[in-house]
């Protein structure tokens, strides 16, 4: 065994995106975390050598396979840098270091149930970004992988389009006899062998417009889920996706074999997250850091990783600061949220503006120019399937962090609004306190508003200033006819009241004309 090794050039760009994949926001958070030193880290992350052991544990904390990066490359079957074919009881190669794996015994037992005893050949596992499919998805293959002639892995965050992974496929099941890339050939072979294939990350490669359609080049992995599960054979594939493909949801049923699983965050995983971190607090801090993060295993982990650093470990003082988007979980959240239509954004908004329960028909009348009743429970059941809203008996929620990503990103675009004298979000929700007993929800609508004015506030040098712009899109209305809504002629109302400004009656009816 070498005394030291280095990562491959390669693989450099690989392992800093592991650093921030997995909650470090800089190297010096990893050294405290590992106990190594800083020079250690940055050896590390620059390619340059380290000793074996701490190669290991660096490899280990950042969910990679150390064999899979060491320099000297080891002598493995690998296809590329993102993807694995191996026979049974070898290493998953691409798949991520699980020896940490840590509850979720009811989520595996059902799995394996599906596809042991069931004879399932199309599992999906989908859910919030960082709530741990991968992982699951990993333990789950190793635990049954004696059950199977060949698993197969294979990332698709990086893979490249066309047709290459299905030629990889046929040419490996045929021991290199064949290398065209045909479907019925592959289910020929997942016929004569018993394979576990597993695709991570399926929402890579779906449309972001369009749940039951892949991006350009990429619609063979639509056409590979497709026959698999609906043709007969006795291999199984494992996908995991932040999104339910409509392909599956149109072909799933308890007694059909294509089922999905929607992985929720568990409470007694994020504790023991916490609890394996050197981190300063009572037992109620922590368990309200698990709730405002709705026990999300990835963001937990980026959150106290970010107290370490900030706040030398203690809990209190970050709970203090009342914020929840720390730079890479809203990095997270983009990565989910900018693949929303225009009417599933509006839905966030209403429900994060309202906080309380929304009704379909609540939904409906707050949506203008209307839309049709079927393009809206649409834009609902997606939202449902990329595990952004959630359903109670008659209500629509969002998680903690869903809300405060979707309120600072409305607060933002008002703002420009308002400075462009653009009105559109700002004419289109009530931004002030509804009429409603819960105090709660007066005060955070009332903050919203607020918050905007602060900032506009602080856009102009002098109060003349502002106070002329307040004019000018007071003008603007008049000249011009952009007609305020009812919600827009309250928000302006109130806009004023937080400013100080105070408008005529004369200013008032023309708001209102």
Not at 421 to 449: D, E, G, P, R, V
């Amino acid at each position: 065994m070498p005394r030291s090794l280095k990562v491959r050039h390669d693989c450099i760009d690989q392992v800093k995106i592991a650093l921030t994949r997995n909650g470090y926001p800089n190297q010096r958070s990893l050294a405290h975390d590992t106990g190594l030193a800083l020079a250690t880290v940055s050896k590390f992350l620059t390619g340059k050598p380290v000793g074996h052991t701490n190669f290991e544990e660096l490899c280990h904390k950042l969910n990679l396979d150390w064999r899979e990066l060491s320099t000297p490359k080891p002598q493995l079957n690998v296809l590329n840098n993102t993807s694995k074919i191996v026979k049974t009881n070898t290493t998953l190669g691409a798949a991520i270091d699980v020896s940490s794996f840590y509850g979720c015994t009811q989520e595996l037992t059902q799995l394996k149930s599906w596809i042991l005893q069931d004879g399932c050949r199309l599992v999906t596992i989908f859910g919030m970004g960082g709530v741990g499919k991968t992982t699951l998805a990993t333990k789950l293959a190793l635990s049954i992988q004696d059950q199977f002639e060949y698993v197969i892995w294979r990332s698709l965050q990086y893979t490249p389009p066309e047709n290459s992974f299905l030629t990889e496929l046929v040419s490996f099941l045929s021991n290199q006899q064949e290398t065209t890339p045909d479907i019925n050939l592959l289910i020929h072979y997942l016929r004569t062998y018993r394979c576990l294939l597993i695709l991570d990350n399926l929402e890579t490669v779906l449309d972001p417009d369009s749940m039951a359609k892949y991006r350009p080049n990429y619609q063979i992995y639509g056409d590979l889920i497709q026959a698999i599960g609906k043709t007969n054979h006795h291999s199984c594939l494992i996908l995991t996706s932040r999104e339910k493909p409509a392909q599956v949801a149109t072909s799933e049923g308890a007694g059909l074999l294509v089922r999905s699983f929607k992985l929720e965050a568990s409470q007694e995983v994020a504790i023991h997250l916490l609890q394996s971190k050197q981190l300063l607090g009572s037992d109620e801090q922590k368990q309200e850091l698990c709730d405002r993060y709705s026990n999300n295993p990835l963001q937990i982990n980026i959150v106290t990783n970010a107290i370490i650093e900030l706040f030398n470990g203690e809990i209190g003082k970050f709970l203090e600061q009342n914020t929840l988007l720390l730079s890479n979980i809203n990095h997270l959240l983009e990565q989910q949220f900018n693949r929303l239509s225009g009417l599933e954004w509006h839905i966030m908004n209403c429900i994060a503006i309202d906080r309380e329960v929304s009704t379909l028909d609540t939904l409906a009348k707050s949506i203008c120019p209307t839309v049709p009743k079927f393009k809206l429970l649409n834009a609902i059941e997606r939202l449902i399937w990329r595990s952004l809203i959630e359903k109670s008996a008659k209500s629509y929620t969002q998680k903690p962090v869903a809300i405060e990503y979707v309120i600072e990103k409305l607060k933002q675009q008002v703002l420009i609004e308002l400075i462009n004298i653009k009105l559109f979000l700002f004419n289109k929700y009530l931004l002030i306190a509804k009429s409603t007993k819960n105090c709660l929800i007066k005060k955070h609508n009332s903050l919203i508003l607020l918050c905007i004015a602060d900032q506009l506030g602080n856009h102009f040098t002098s109060r003349i200033a502002l106070e002329r712009h307040i004019q000018g899109i007071l003008k603007e209305v008049q000249n011009f006819r952009q007609q305020l809504s009812k919600n827009g002629v309250s928000n302006f109302i109130h806009l004023s009241n937080y400013l100080e400004i105070e408008l005529t009656k004369v200013e008032e009816g023309i708001l209102q004309s």
